[in-house]
């Protein structure tokens, strides 16, 4: 007669295995998701739809991968900030039109949006270190225009995006002014567990409390949470606390992890928010919040050169 225990151990055995198999054969399909059900790769619209002077850029990686970008400016001589765009993990760069047509208005500024290899008309496939190739492609593009003020370049990242510019940041401190989070998870091997609960006992960040046997199956671990605490350009961290993707705990935790070792965090809670609609949900109050940001940490050049720093802060709108 087979034991309870026995019963019990392969039930568990028979979870790793599940759990293995997951990881190895869907993990970049969950992670990564260039196409939306029902849609094509290719964009349904382009910038000019929406009357938005655009600029199709065509991109090098270090790997050689093609990547293809939008810069969008305010108008032909915006010498305001320009906003490297990083996209959440779903669709490509036309889906975010309608917001970067808003934030246009809002914050006066120029939008490079990159598509990352695999997704719109970029070639390749993604994967985390592709992408991270991507975005330095995309920086270094930027840092050398002439017709942007390029000591005014702010990396903006939701989601998947936060990670993609959390790790750009860290490693560019001379061309990156400030960085913006949005709705980011503190690493994938911590959503692993959010995704498939029983994972959590065997996958899990630098925080977890589990063995993490499986963590060497995860080919994009994407750890937000070892790289935001090195991070020495202000941050400012946007929560939507009805967030249904990605626990609001994980943004509080990479604001506490930053604001340890960084004195110019802010940290803005916005009741409201779900993981991708938090830009309107929040309204004018989240316009004004990333506007004031901006002004205080990338401001517009004066003459005598003084500039202004800021103290770590929490709220809550």
Partial sequence: MVSYMNILLYG??????????????????????PVLPGLT???????????????????SSSDGVRLHSWFIKLFPDCRGPTILFFQENAGNIAHRLEMVRIMLQ????????LSYRGYGASDGYPSQHGITKDAQAALDHLSQRSDIDTSRIVVFGRSLGGAVGAGLTKNNPDKVAALILENTFTSILDMAGVLLPFLKWFIGGSGSKGPRLLNFLVRSPWSTIDVVGKIKQPILFLSGLQDEMIPPSHMQMLYAKAATHNNQCLFVEFPTGMHMDTWMTGG????????????????????DGSSQNGNATKSSL
């Fill in 106 to 113: 809002q914050l006066q500024c120029n939008i490079f949006l």
């Fill in 41 to 59: 790769k290719s964009y349904a619209i382009n910038p000019s739809r929406l009357r938005l002077t655009y600029e199709d850029v065509w991109l």
């Fill in 284 to 303: 004018d109050r989240y316009w004004s919040t990333v506007r004031e940001f901006l002004e205080q940490h990338v401001p517009e050049k004066k003459e």
């Fill in 12 to 33: 568990v055995g028979g979870l790793v295995v599940a759990g293995m198999a997951l990881l190895v054969a869907l993990q970049e399909k969950l992670v990564y998701v």
